[in-house]
Every structure is written in C-alpha cells, then in structure tokens.
C-alpha cells in the first residue's frame, strides 16, 4: 500500500488475519473478542494508520455521532457564544461538530442544510436570526431533529432555547424612560420574530408611562459595525436621546458614532445593548446592557438535541432562559 492510499477496514482484517466483523467489533468496543485477537488487530490499526470512517461506522446503527451547526458568522460573538455551548455539550456526548456559515444568505443556508443532510448528520442547530419561511419548511422536513437557539419559529413546532425577548424590551425601556423621552429601538429585520416581540415589549412600555408611538424612533435593519456607525447621525438628527439596540456590534458602532460627534455617554446619550457579549466590555463607555446566557442557550440546545435523537422524552421543547441587564457606564 503506497502512504497516498487510505487504508479500509479489509486492509486491516487482511494484516490482522482477522475477518472485517471483528475488525468492525474491535473498533466499536464489542468486548465479544479474545484478548490476543484483539491487539492483533489494535497493531493493524497502528501500523496502517487506519481511521474508521463515521458515517460507515454508523450504517447500522443509522447515526454518524454527527451533528451539524448552521451560524450566519462566526464572526459575530453573539453567535460564537452560542456555538461554544454546543461544542461543549457536543464533546461531552462524544458528537462530533460541522459548523456552516451561511453568511445570512437564505440560499446558501438551504444548501448547506442539503449538504448536512446528504453527510448523514444525526441533527441540526440553527442559529440564523431570520428564520424565513423556506428554511423553516425546509428544516421541519428534514429527517433529522432539529434544534433552534436564539432564533424562533412561529408555529412553535421546532424545538428552541431562546429568552423572553419582549419582556427583555420592556424592561429596557422602563429603566430609559426615567431620564428621556425619545428613546429608539433598534431591532435588526421585523421579519423575524425576534424583532417583533422586541417591539411589543417596547410599545408597552411607552404606552404605560404616556408617551406615544413614533415610528420614526424604530431604526430597522441593522446588523454590522457600519451600520451601528450611521446610526449616530441618523439618531442625532431625529433627537433621540437613549438607544435599545438588539445586536451588541451595532450598540457599538453606534457608541464610536456619538463620541465621534462629541456626544458623551451618559451624560448627553444612553445605549444599552442586546447580549451581553464581549464586545460591550471591551469598549470605553462600557455598554449596559441584556443579559443573554449566550453559553448555556448553546449548553441546553445540544442537550436537547442529543435527547431528540435517542428519542427519548423532552417535557418542553419551547425553553426560555433567565436574563437580566447589566448596569455599565452607558446609562445613568
């Protein structure tokens, strides 16, 4: 066998002497083999650099120990958080992982969730904010569980680990309304359901303390740094005065904006943010800001998983984590 050549289950039973079914027992842990047998064929393995291949290894069993992570960007540590959880759990079950990133492109995410299946994966986690109808059709078909985290569905028929995202709002927005009266809401698309429950939560808390809705103060669509950045000019013109903002690098892109344009937070602007990741600590004001359990939504949603795949009993597939706001130096 040349070192280009990869070596197969039959070149072991062939040096070992052995058949390929107490190659395969060996491999698997079956302690149905003599001793002798055995190290005759953990030498073979050696010495032929053998590495069983998972998705044959898992024909009979028809699992792959294989699951597969959909992430919009790994750059974004909002979503690196939450795969983190995963990837712990994941080792901890003995699952390998395959993370995509879909770049928030509906049709890469729909090829990508072809490919996980074609692997054979024996589940998925999305973590896409925006859960369009195609891939949530799509996803509710596959033939595999499916696990969503920070993202929801609304038929509530995939399982999901979120937090409760308009009482996050209107919490939010209570504490803001005690030193402004133009607060701005900063959710990313209204198409997801994310956005619009954020929304409610605000709505509510504007209605109880007496003061109007204005569209005007619900900036839509923002997702990035540079977005967060063009924001400051947009709020400054419109006169806000505190800023809910649902992606944590847009609350700090917002924030370079404002001290670029000699605003001083928070004195003359208040932000607080959405997750509670790193980035809000590692600017200067730093941000207060929701507290998202980033990890553990990651942590649950794994575990989820890996009981939907043994088919065993899930008492609730629809878990709301605690949150709570950190007070930093972006609010009074």
Do not use: W
């Not at 393995?45 to 597969?68: E, M």
Request: glycine share 6%; hydrophobic share 40%.
């Amino acid at each position: 066998m040349t070192q280009e050549q990869i070596a197969t289950i039959y070149d072991v039973a062939r040096t070992a002497e052995v058949s390929m079914a107490t190659v395969s027992r060996v491999v698997n842990g079956n302690t149905n083999v003599k001793e002798s047998t055995r190290q005759r064929v953990l030498d073979a393995i050696d010495q032929l650099n053998y590495r069983p291949n998972a998705i044959a290894r898992g024909l009979a069993s028809k699992r792959t120990t294989t699951i597969g992570v959909i992430i919009p960007t790994i750059t974004n540590t909002y979503f690196s958080g939450i795969a983190r959880g995963v990837d712990d759990i994941a080792s901890m079950y003995q699952y390998d992982v395959i993370i995509a990133n879909s770049d928030n492109d509906e049709d890469k995410e729909l090829k990508i969730i072809e490919s996980l299946l074609s692997k054979q994966v024996d589940g998925i986690i999305y973590l896409g904010k925006i859960l369009s109808k195609k891939i949530s059709k799509k996803l509710k078909e596959a033939r595999v569980p499916v696990v969503l985290s920070g993202t929801l569905d609304h038929d509530n028929e995939l399982a999901s680990v979120n937090i409760d995202y308009k009482k996050a709002a209107y919490q939010t927005t209570v504490q803001l309304l005690k030193k402004n009266k133009r607060v701005a809401i900063v959710p990313s698309a209204m198409t997801e359901l994310e956005s619009k429950l954020r929304l409610e939560g605000y709505k509510q808390a504007l209605k109880e303390a007496g003061i109007g809705f204005d569209k005007e103060l619900v900036f839509e669509g923002n997702m990035t740094f540079e977005d967060g950045l063009a924001l400051s000019k947009k709020m400054k013109k419109e006169k806000v005065q505190a800023a809910i903002v649902a992606y944590d690098v847009v609350a700090v892109g917002l924030l370079h904006g404002l001290l670029e344009q000699g605003i001083t937070l928070p004195k003359d602007f208040e932000i607080v943010a959405g997750a509670n990741s790193l980035l809000t600590l590692y600017c200067f004001p730093a941000l207060t800001s929701v507290n998202q359990p980033l990890y553990d939504m990651g942590a649950i949603a794994m575990r989820m998983l890996t009981k939907l795949i043994h088919k065993e009993e899930v008492k609730e597939n629809q878990i709301i984590l605690e949150h709570e706001i950190v007070k930093r130096d972006s609010t009074k």
